[in-house]
């Protein structure tokens, strides 16, 4: 069985999608924290970075990559923004499918509460 991100990378379950390249996927989270709010996936399934092996290196460094270019699209790459990864159930990682969160379009404090 597929997991949730699986699947909507599979076009089985829908997504507002904001960008897409070969690797990978973003689309908005549906319960946003921030007013912009973008999860980016890669199309092949990773559990969390904990999982990731030496051959997924370059993926990581395109991920990262299409991750900042959707912040720059979605018009908050002038102004900053945060990219969150949470690996494992005590990070909150809820979805198992290594995904980011790219954050913005307000201010936001360190550490977060």
Known sequence: MS???????GKEIPA????ENDDALAFRDIHPA?????LVIPKKHIGSVAEMGSDDA????????FASEVAKKEGIGETGFRLVNNTGPNAGQSVFHLHWHVLG?????WPPG
């Open 58 to 65: 370059a993926l990581l460094g395109r991920l990262v990559l």
């Open 105 to 109: 379009g307000r201010g936001m404090s």
């Open 16 to 19: 507002t999608v904001v960008a």
């Open 3 to 9: 997991c949730l991100f699986c699947k909507i990378v």
């Open 34 to 38: 921030a007013p912009t709010h973008v």
